[in-house]
């Protein structure tokens, strides 16, 4: 199978739909579909991995200049299928076996309008190219919003009150490029279709992948599970990232906000790399070989 070189290629829908399709041929434990569309009508697929009613969520993309958290999970799903399929070990442990306990399911890319922008510029947002250009001034590769503009990881309903306000008092009173959280909770079809399928499915515990800091967050509010803590510290052992606390305008509105809120389940966040947004995808290997370990716990735990 070909390697997976993201490296000066433009990691848009098109790219990212012959990997899910590519993977699912070649690896036929693997089965893939779609939680829903974006703005611009665009899909956003899953692909699911070993047991589905004991799965864990990984999403990534919740950005659009983040989209090496993309690229670092399908790197990372590549190479688990491919020991899975040679009957390999990793770390002495049987995958195999792992994942007939075991499931994972990944959802590469929550926000396929916004990484598309970043890479094609404000015409992959079809009618909202107009706006997107006026709003933007031209900084398309810092867009992080979806098409519309509401910034999707301030769009949940977790705290979401406290955080309009907050970005009112910070001068973001309507859609942008980055952190207006929308005129109401899960008003965008990207967090409805994320929010719909995690109340449809078990899952145990949630991952979102953001770019940079080398950071995991792991609490909100009083549904955190006692256990998040620990599980954070195991994370931040396997991998040399920090466990921190969030503050300002990173405090509710969030997928892990509304994950441990609402499903009274362990959530976190997972700050990948250090650097300055968007970081290259020269950067992908040097931070998935820091991580791998990180990632194998947080698929298995
Ligand atoms: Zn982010």
């Known amino acids: 199978m070909e390697e997976l070189i993201f490296e000066n290629r433009k990691f848009v829908q098109n790219m990212r739909k012959n990997i899910i399709s590519s993977f699912t041929k070649e690896y036929k434990f693997l089965s893939s579909g779609i939680i829903g569309q974006s703005v611009c009508g665009r899909s956003i697929d899953y692909i699911w991995l070993g047991n589905r009613a004991e799965a864990n969520l990984w999403v990534a993309a919740h950005h659009g200049m983040e989209w090496i958290t993309s690229m670092l999970v399908l790197k990372f799903l590549r190479n688990i299928c491919e020991i899975i399929k040679k009957g390999d070990e ?24 916004g990484v598309d922008i970043n890479f094609q510029g404000s015409l992959a947002a079809g009618r909202y190219a107009k706006f997107i250009e006026e709003t933007s001034h031209g900084n398309l590769i810092s867009w992080q919003a979806n098409a519309r503009g509401v910034d999707l990881n301030h769009n949940y309903s977790a705290g979401w009150e406290e955080l309009h306000k907050l970005e009112e008092k910070n001068g973001i009173l309507k859609p942008c490029s980055t952190r207006f959280g929308g005129l109401k909770p899960i008003s965008e079809p990207e967090t409805k279709a ?50 921190s606390k969030p503050e300002g305008l990173a405090v509710g509105g969030g997928f892990k906000d509304w994950f441990i809120e609402n499903l009274k389940r362990p959530a976190f966040t997972i700050e990948i790399g250090e650097g300055k947004n968007p970081l290259p995808a020269s950067c992908l290997n040097e931070i998935y070989y820091k991580i791998e370990k990180m990632l194998f716990i947080s698929a298995l735990i």
Do not use: R
């Open 90 to 113: 990793f770390c002495g442990i049987n995958l195999n076996g792992c994942f007939k306990k075991k499931g994972l399911v990944i959802i590469p890319c929550l926000n396929p309008d």
């Open 194 to 243: 994320l929010t719909s399928f995690c109340s449809k499915n078990n899952f145990k515990l949630a991952i979102a992948f953001h770019s940079q800091g080398e950071e995991i967050y792991w609490d909100y509010g009083l549904n955190t599970p006692k256990y998040s803590e620990n599980i954070a510290n195991i994370l931040a052992l396997s991998s040399g990232y920090k466990v």
